[in-house]
């Protein structure tokens, strides 16, 4: 069965200090990743995917992470966080063929000035 | 485009009773998903309905229960519903397998 490893589940950083949100996943077959954003009383927003490609992926907000096959990792990060960055992340894996998204447990990013 | 919208936004029940919680995906999207998502679990799947079939399902009681309309609208039914039912519910749509799923803001149920 896929499960997805949030390692932190908060992380509190200054603003405009870079971040990284890690996140390891174990399946035994190709995967789709995700990370997705809640701020408070809202839905999920999707931040960026990696479906095939590039494993570099660039996605809203000035988010990017990078697929490690070997590592089974997505890590995302943010070269500079800006207040509004305050919400919490987290990464999902959806197993090719199939919609059922698998999300980490979350991590809180608190970004404070 | 209009968003997924989910109604209603918020709801209290009280336990034994049953809820229904109605979901209207992206215009053009035919797969509707459905998590819950509490403190304590975290995000899980539900169900995923696409063309009005069921095409997958989570670990959850058969007191959830879930269906497609023809218009892709999706409802989702709790019966006897218990304290740990208390969740916020999220309904996510998409074009169908490997496009990104798109969310809802969710209907936060409190079971009193």
């Known amino acids: 069965a896929q499960s997805v490893t949030q390692l932190d589940s908060q992380v509190p950083v200054f603003e405009e200090a870079p971040v990284e949100l890690r996140c390891n996943y174990s399946?035994?077959?190709?995967?789709?990743l995700f990370w997705y954003v809640q701020y408070p009383n809202q839905g999920l927003q999707l931040l960026l995917k990696?479906?095939?490609?590039?494993?570099l992926v660039k996605g809203i907000n000035g988010f990017e992470a990078e697929f490690n096959k070997s590592q089974t990792s997505f890590h995302l990060r943010k070269p500079s966080v800006h207040i509004s960055d305050t919400a919490e992340y987290f990464c999902a894996v959806t197993q090719g063929g199939s919609e059922k998204l698998v999300f980490g447990k979350g991590t809180k990013l608190t970004v404070n000035p | 485009k209009a968003g997924v919208t989910q109604t209603p936004r918020y709801l209290i029940k009280t336990r034994g009773q049953q809820v229904t919680l109605s979901c209207s995906p992206i215009s053009g999207h035919r797969s509707v998903s459905w998590y819950q998502q509490t403190p304590g679990q975290g995000l899980q799947f539900l169900f995923e309905y696409f063309s009005e079939t069921q095409r997958n399902k989570g670990n959850f009681p058969g007191r959830f229960s879930g269906r497609q309309f023809s218009n892709s609208r999706s409802e989702m039914n709790v019966s006897t519903l218990e304290l740990g039912d208390s969740a916020l519910y999220l309904c996510?749509?998409?074009?169908?397998?490997?496009?990104?799923?798109?969310f809802g803001p969710g209907t936060r149920l409190t079971v009193t």
């Open positions: 399946s035994s077959v190709s995967v789709y």
């Open positions: 990696y479906l095939s490609g590039s494993t």
């Open positions: 996510a749509s998409s074009l169908d397998m490997g496009y990104e799923q798109y």
